[in-house]
């Protein structure tokens, strides 16, 4: 670590210390949003496949309701990677990340119905996230920057 002598050496350190954590945050929150979403799609009940599909991240947005669903077909899946791609690197150090699931019987198969029984994916990936994310915490704050 650098020896810091004067009041300019001082803030120059902390804006260093301060960008790196900004660097370190935004990863963090990157990894468990990739996480996340790939937790609820394998999670999600796959009877024909529209539910599992239909997970998408926003990154940001206040409402996610008027987003429309995904394509069907072959060009699903390219769709899907290159709307997480291009979520991803809108993803800064204090964002919002949503993910959401337009089908329109996703909360029946989360919470079940009188005939269904429950299949959650939502409050296990939740667990899990919540898990990973102390673990990041605790990571970052052991974390030493060299400045």
Known sequence: MRKVTNGNEFRAAMEECAAL???DTRTAIQKLSLDGFTSLVQLT??????ARNNW????????????KTKPKGSEKDQYQDATFKANRSKIRHNSKVT??????YIKFLEDGTPSMEAQPM????QQKL???????????SAKKYDI
């Open 122 to 125: 939502v409050k296990p990936t």
């Open 130 to 140: 919540y898990k990973q994310a102390e673990e990041l915490c605790k990571a970052l």
């Open 21 to 23: 954590s900004k660097r």
């Open 56 to 67: 998408d991240v926003s990154v940001d947005s206040d409402s996610v309701d008027n987003i």
């Open 99 to 104: 993910l959401y699931n337009n089908t329109a």
């Open 45 to 50: 009940a796959k009877d024909t496949g529209y």
